[in-house]
């Protein structure tokens, strides 16, 4: 019994030395893993190291054979690649949901994946992303659980929520609302993790941001259907939905029309899609309609000045306007 466990411990400890020591630049011959068992209290011969490798491969690790010169052992396919690893570590610090402490927890697992070379090339391509404004709350994981599980399960769910106050000659200080809501979807948007709710008070959608929340508890209510909510009757659509809402804005979408100066279309064609539907093109100018919420559409379009002009409707318009003068009225004073 002794025998086999030691031969199991050293087909463990071949893998994981491939796994740590070799990539397709760095492969490593039999004798090196002979000596590298050594220094962990593991006796191999050469041969008995070929016959382990062979196991690992006919169990399905990607193990490759370099031949002459460079030969050697080298582990190929891993669960993320270079180019992978740093897409996944630059969303992660990016994410003001994800706290600093959770951040590095998810980075170090994500790195494991690579060889220890191909961890020092990620650390000399580091990008500088700024995360100051990372969210502190640790119990994010844990409500987005509990509220999956409400979704899946079709329970209303009673939310504790902290909205933040700010009162003339006082410090801003937290406000706890309780609210019994049917959850529907979790949604990404922004470097935030937002909830997709309703409030049986309201027909409409509501809009909880998950690190804001300091309790979840699953009620023994059913859900409200979903189609008394929105368009949707089976499965909310979080893509069609998302594609309408504007900064998370919640309310009701319109079909807008908006004038746009032609070098403007690489902007509209990343918030809008490269299919957005255009109605009129001119030399100068281009005219889409599309559906989306007007409350947070006016905030969006503003900051494009006059490069983007609302045509209709005539509400979406004078709510333009009207945001304008605003501005111009507190400029001058």
């Not at 309609?289 to 318009?317: E, H, K």
Request: hydrophobic letters at 35%; proline letters at 3%.
């Amino acid at each position: 019994m002794a025998g086999n466990s030691g031969s199991k411990a050293k087909v463990l400890a071949i893998n994981d030395i491939l796994r740590e020591y070799t990539d397709e630049d760095h492969p490593i011959t039999a004798t090196t893993i002979a000596d590298m068992l050594k220094n962990c209290g593991l006796s191999a011969e050469r041969k008995a190291i070929y016959s382990d490798i062979d196991m690992l491969i006919d169990y399905g690790y990607d193990i490759i054979k370099n031949p002459p010169p460079a030969k050697g052992y080298y582990l190929g396919e891993r669960d993320f690649q270079i180019a992978e690893a740093r897409l996944l570590i630059d969303a992660l610090q990016s994410a003001q949901s994800i706290t600093e402490k959770k951040t590095e927890e998810i980075i170090e697992s994500v790195e494991k994946s690579l060889s220890k070379y191909q961890r020092d090339t990620l650390h000399r391509q580091q990008v500088y992303v700024e995360h100051k404004n990372k969210s502190s709350n640790e119990m994010l994981y844990y409500w987005i659980d509990a509220l999956s599980t409400a979704i899946q399960t079709k329970k209303k769910v009673c939310i504790h929520y902290i909205k933040r106050r700010l009162i003339a000659g006082e410090e801003p200080k937290n406000e706890e609302h309780i609210y019994n809501v049917t959850p529907y979807a979790l949604i990404w948007n922004d470097g935030h993790y937002y909830l997709v709710c309703n409030n049986a008070k309201y027909p409409n959608a509501m809009h909880l941001r998950i690190d804001k929340i300091t309790k979840v508890k699953i009620l023994d209510e059913p859900a409200r259907p979903l189609s008394e909510v929105f368009k949707y009757k089976d499965h909310f659509d979080a893509a069609d939905y998302l594609s309408t809402q504007f900064n998370m804005f919640s309310g009701t979408p319109e079909r807008v029309q908006i004038r746009c100066k032609t070098g403007m279309w690489e902007i509209v064609a990343d918030r809008f899609g490269e299919d957005v539907a255009i109605i009129e093109h001119t030399e100068d100018t281009f005219t889409i309609a599309v559906n989306a919420v007007v409350s947070g559409l006016v905030s969006w379009i503003m900051q494009y000045g006059d490069s983007m002009v609302a045509l209709a409707p005539q509400s979406f318009r004078e709510q333009v306007e009207e945001r304008a003068k605003a501005l111009v009225k507190a400029y001058k004073e």
